[in-house]
């Protein structure tokens, strides 16, 4: 068990993450631009932090949950960052979903340092951090996932942590569950919608589909939240947003053809416009149904 664990970034996801971590008796040391969650894990034996500079200071692993790429750069790279105090042979964790490209650069100047990064973005929103079952994809090195898979398996399911391949393939691998999730929820709120607009009881459809080769946990779990019209947040939209934005341009970089993706990130872009972004990604199914003149009651 590594002596520190430094974690950084504690938002809808981070905080109950960290909070596993102590649960499983990790020390720990946090960061967070909000003063509330990081009160929250100090009440729960964390120590808190001043800046990430600090936190590198203190840590073996140093784990980073945040927003976007450039929040990613910022606390790597930036005035008081990890970079600035990082020490040598300790492994950065980085879980948040940024760009692949940006990824790889991180991890060449983390290695001039001294010290190893993990890119290890995870896939089952704020139900999976709360109960620890995320899925967790790692690009990087094989020798440095096996050092911190204990940690890893205190915030994810042991079977799910997965390794794709070199640094930036953990991203990767989530630009490609994020566009699946896009089209499979474009594709139940089309089926939805039809089904409204027919006369037939959505929630028996939904039943119908979940018995042949049209299920999914995207029809599960998010055609519930449609049926019932829940959309708050385990995951917002204007995060899904970025994320698909991210795939675009690793869709570009590669040349590779996405109609179907680019289409539903149409749809997400439609939700934000709408001024939806702070609900459930899974609002999306509002766009179609506004586009097929459902109204929602």
Partial sequence: ??????????????????????????????????????????????AAADSPAEVAAEADVVITMLPDSPDVELVLAGPHGVFGAVRKGAVLVDMSTISPALTRELAAQAGARGATMLDAPVSGGEI????????????????ALERVRPVLEAMGRPDRIVHIGESGAG??????????IATALAGVSEAFALARKAGVDPARVRQALLGGFASSRVLEVHGQRILDRNYVPGFRAQLFQKDLRIAGETLEAHQVAAPASLAARDLVEALIAAGRGALDYSALATVVFDKSGIREG
């Fill in 128 to 143: 999976g951090a709360i109960d620890g079952t995320l899925s967790i994809m790692v690009g990087g090195s094989a020798e």
């Fill in 171 to 180: 991203q990767i691998a989530k630009m490609c569950n994020q566009m699946a």
């Fill in 1 to 46: 068990m590594p002596a520190t664990i430094g974690f950084i970034g504690l938002g809808l996801m981070g905080r109950p993450m960290a909070l596993n971590l102590r649960k499983k008796g990790f020390p720990l040391v946090v960061h967070s631009r909000s003063p509330a969650p990081v009160q929250a894990l100090v009440d729960a034996g964390a």
